[in-house]
């Protein structure tokens, strides 16, 4: 999928490119471990396929596996799915895990500015032909419905200071009070859609400020609304529980918790760096600026990023409840008729408290997901399933996504993770300037997509020659067992901001 951190230009790559890349040692076709060298308290795995190794090696993503493995309390490896890519502290796609219990640390770096981006894939009773005639105004529809676009406010009324704490504290049971889906939706979001431990005290006052008039809204860059047609299917049974089959259109809203998170994050990088300084951490980047999660800084961190995560949870679910108005206006139909039915919510930037096996014991651990995915077996979580978690990783807009589930193996390996998405390969201003000339949304159009946009160089930034295959990236989480493949979706419409 896409960049959840802050952009590279040329000048960062070119220096961080000067550095030799850590030797990798092959465990299987799809595992490849750096091994401890330093002041590195764990080794690095990287799960990649062989024909990925020279674009990972390049990026110098593996540089920033090597830093994590230094933080105090990380335990097991420091872990890099197959869309990795370089991040702000951690790599995109980077999975670690610290005990609070051994003075472990949480690093917002960890999470990233988009606390809780995550995607939210909804299933419909129309097939193709439904909807093939009406593609230009159902995208049209959607564009009209929901808000797009940096600093976008809101197709809801503002929300009041009071009203905000409550999203806070209670994510997407919010919006479902506000009449946005129904509480059976919530039973389909990860945790609920709400965090525990969340304390609005945590936030600052511009946080706040910008949280009241962003709920409902897209936001800009890699956030989209789609709608896909079910193109294939990999796993006859957990489709069928997913309520799968070929033809089908879905809808997918990746989106997190905009300006929101973005400022919660920002805030509490500053208190992370007087943190290391007063806890005498030593870090090979500052950009893993941290704190043990047991500390004053730690908490108060955890409780602010719960409150972001949960505003965004309560976001996806209004935003699902205007895409639906949208559906249904553009295409005369009754709810009923439409059908839109969420099939889940998973987030891909968190810092969670999880208990997890370590040897032969199972420890309560601070699990760092930054373009990851929660990728558990039926047993470990709470979810309707038998055949496991719904994964949800989407790829780029000219390509297809993908529909997974956790696996047994990516609870031992991976503390029950996957990948996000394709990962970017290229950065926005190359993009831009790879771009130069053409015109993407016909590009687009001749592969049967149609698009709407709200920026002015969004499609430049975003076309599909900026991310990796993400083919390539779902199959080799496939090979190495911790997420498999059950349906590949085509996107036929596209909003971006």
Known sequence: MKDHGRGSDAKMMAKRT??????????????????????????????ISESMIDRVCSDGGLDQVVNVAHLPGIVGYSFAMPDIHWGYGFPIGGVAATDPAQGGVVSPGGVGYDINCGVRVATTHLERADVERKLEALVTSLFRHIPTGLGSSGAIRKVSSKELDRVMVIGARWAVEQGYGSKGDL?????????????????????????????????????????????????????????????????????????????????????????????????????????PVESAEGGAYLAAMACAANFAWANRQTIMALAERAMLECLGMTPRDLGLTLLYDVCHN?????????????????????GATRAYPPRGVKNPWRTGQPVLIPGDMGTESYICVGQEKSLRETWGSTCHGA?????????????????????????????????????????????????EVVRTCHGAGISKMVARLKPVGVMKG
């Open 18 to 47: 000067e550095k030799t890349s850590p030797r990798l040692r092959k465990i299987h076709s799809y595992l490849w471990e750096i091994e401890r060298s330093g002041g590195m308290r764990v080794p690095g795995r990287i799960f």
């Open 187 to 291: 039973a389909h979001t990860e945790e609920e859609g709400c965090l525990g431990g969340a304390d609005p005290s945590a936030v600052g006052q511009r946080a706040r400020s910008r949280g009241c008039e962003q709920l409902g809204t897209l936001g800009s860059g890699n956030h989209f609304v789609e709608i896909d047609v079910v193109e294939e299917i990999y796993h006859k049974e957990a489709a069928r529980e997913f309520g799968l089959r070929p033809g089908q259109i879905a809808l997918q809203i990746h989106t997190g918790s905009r300006g929101f998170g973005h400022q919660v994050c920002d805030d509490y990088l500053k208190v992370m760096a007087r943190a290391v300084r007063k806890f005498n951490l030593q870090l090979p980047d500052r950009q893993l600026a941290c704190a």
């Open 350 to 370: 968190i810092a969670k408290l999880e208990d997890h096996e370590v040897g032969r014991e199972v420890r309560r651990l601070c699990v760092h997901r930054k």
């Open 423 to 471: 990962g970017r390969m290229m950065s926005r201003k190359g993009a831009i300037r790879k771009a130069r000339g053409r015109n993407i949304k016909q590009e687009l159009r001749r592969l049967g997509i149609t698009v709407r946009y709200e920026g002015r160089t969004t499609l430049a930034e975003e076309m599909p020659e900026a991310y990796k295959d993400v083919d």
